[in-house]
């Protein structure tokens, strides 16, 4: 165990002991020259990275690439693809990097690409929905031929997708357990030395990377810390005791901002977090109705949240789309004021009438659901409860693991819950997997007949402005059935220190922690 990860380790003693609030923690100061050191809300909970959620994290640590990769300004770059071209409207042709391998040597050929797609596939429901409709196809060794059911003009933009991380499929079969640093056969700058799920990583650099080597004193060695608790988080950026700390809470952001010898990094997320609803709730039926849905999406005051949960941080979403910036047009839709007025005027009409007590009942019932949230977005869940008791609506809110939000999902036993997916890539595809029959993010099972239709129009359309048409409708959609209220994109300040040179704040901040280019003073 490296020096600096036995200071880490007891440091994570020493905030247990004080009464950190059910987080693990860090300290011990950060590492030398050569030696990354990140104290982060959450880590991987497996190493294969065609499970769900498993490849954000391994993409953010340097540890797996896709074909193409989003940039900071929202563009597409070929990463293991040498390059990534339309041929047809319904085809598009891979050509892979000349030489690369996987860690343990294996080639990254046409075959193993295409092997790893249809795996991923086969056990990731988010990634079937990316990859609905294609074919994959080796043409030679390094040369894929993508085609589509259709006309298909973001799919550079899916290949894109941290979902759809290239591993070699001949590693991860044939296990009776986990699979542990051995079995991580990917392809990135960072190889997997040691991991305790959603507690520690630690990483080495991969000296068969297929990037240029680093300059000055690159990064060698790379030690992730999961510590749950924000406060925790938040004192151990205070004290310089990491390199890297992520997501910070909008509490401490005062006292980061005026703390020495680090930098406080954030640019606004491409995600959008949203209170997700259940029409089918066994306890909350009202939520089944189209004008309570739309009632509760006018309440909000976005601005409010957005000062008070994020701390200047993020800012107010009126539509899903909205965190996106290639449509800036979809700020102008959706929730674009705070209109309580509004709100109590579509509950009258739907029958919730406000009582003596202030509280909305109809039939004798009180119109009343439970919001579970999760990761960094506690503050968010107290803000629009308190927003909502203004409004006469009673809302029981939890603070959970996301893994109970999950569990209540599968359940059907859940009335609303937050989450964030990333609004920057396949918008079309996006669009299906939030409101098609299908979607792997239509946590409700809203039944919208005319998404299909409109996501195949922005794919099919004969121009970008017509393409553009299409998936703004499908935005304004959205905010009419409300399958989910849109709040803001998550706030993501990130505290970089002085030493790391190279960090660059990206819409895509949660994948991108790592970089091989950094350089750090000794």
């Not at 996987?102 to 080639?107: E, K, L, T």
């Not at 000296?207 to 060698?220: K, L, N, R, S, Y």
């Not at 919730?352 to 439970?370: C, E, I, N, T």
């Amino acid at each position: 165990m490296s020096r600096t990860l036995t200071a880490i380790v007891a440091g994570l003693l020493l905030l247990t002991a004080c009464g950190g609030a059910g987080g693990s923690g860090a300290s011990g100061g950060a590492a030398p020259g050569g030696e990354l050191t990140l104290a982060v809300a959450r880590i991987n909970a497996t190493l294969d990275p065609a499970e769900s959620l498993t490849t954000s994290y391994l993409r953010s640590y340097g540890v797996g690439e896709s074909l193409a990769k989003i940039q900071a300004d929202g563009t597409v770059a070929p990463e293991l693809a040498a390059s990534i071209e339309q041929t047809a409207p319904d085809t598009w042709t891979v050509l892979l990097r000349d030489g690369v391998r996987f860690h343990s040597g294996a080639p990254v050929d046409a075959e193993a690409v295409r092997a790893s797609l249809e795996r991923t596939a086969a056990e990731n429901e988010l990634a079937a929905n990316l990859l609905a409709g294609l074919t994959v196809t080796v043409a030679d060794p390094r040369t894929l031929t993508v085609r589509t059911a259709g006309p298909s003009p973001f799919l550079d933009h899916t290949l894109a997708h941290y979902e759809l991380q290239i591993h070699n499929v001949a590693a991860y079969q044939g296990r009776t357990g986990p699979a542990g640093p051995d079995d991580a056969d990917l392809t990135g700058a960072f190889r997997v030395t040691g991991f305790a799920p959603e507690r520690e990583l630690t990483l080495e650099r991969n000296p068969d990377w297929w990037g240029p080597a680093p300059g000055g004193t690159g990064v060698e060695t790379i030690t992730v810390q999961q510590v749950g608790d924000p406060e925790a988080r938040a004192q151990i950026a205070a004290a310089g005791q990491a390199d890297i700390v992520d997501l910070l809470p909008g509490s401490a952001v005062p006292e980061l901002r005026a703390a020495e010898g680090l930098d406080l990094v954030g640019a606004p997320a491409a995600n959008t977090v949203t209170v997700y609803l259940n029409p089918a709730s066994p306890v909350a039926p009202a939520l089944a109705d189209q004008r309570v849905r739309q009632a509760l999406a006018w309440a909000v005051d976005r601005e409010e949240v957005a000062e008070i949960a994020g701390e200047g941080l993020t800012e107010p979403a009126a539509s899903w789309l909205a965190s996106n910036p290639a449509f800036p047009q979809a700020d102008q839709q959706g929730f674009v004021r705070h209109d309580p007025a509004l709100a109590a005027r579509l509950l009258d009409e739907a029958g919730w009438v406000l009582g003596p007590d202030g509280r909305r009942a109809k039939d004798g019932q009180p119109l009343a659901f439970r919001l579970q949230t999760w990761g960094s977005e506690g503050p968010t869940g107290e803000v629009l409860q308190a927003q909502w008791d203004a409004l006469g609506v009673t809302v029981e809110l939890s603070y959970v693991d996301d893994t109970l939000v999950q569990q209540a999902r599968e359940r059907g036993d859940w009335d609303a819950q937050t989450a964030a997916f990333t609004t920057l890539g396949n918008v079309p595809s996006l669009f299906a997997v939030q409101m098609g029959p299908d979607g792997s993010g239509n946590y409700g099972r809203f039944a919208i007949p005319q998404v299909a239709g409109l996501v195949e129009r922005a794919n099919t359309a004969p121009t970008e402005q017509e393409r553009a048409a299409a998936v703004l409708e499908l935005n304004a959609l959205h905010a009419e059935v409300v399958p989910g209220i849109p709040v803001h994109p998550r706030p993501q300040a990130t505290a970089v220190a002085d030493r790391v040179h190279g960090f660059v704040a990206h819409p895509l901040q949660y994948e991108n922690l790592v970089q091989p280019g950094y350089t750090l003073d000794g």
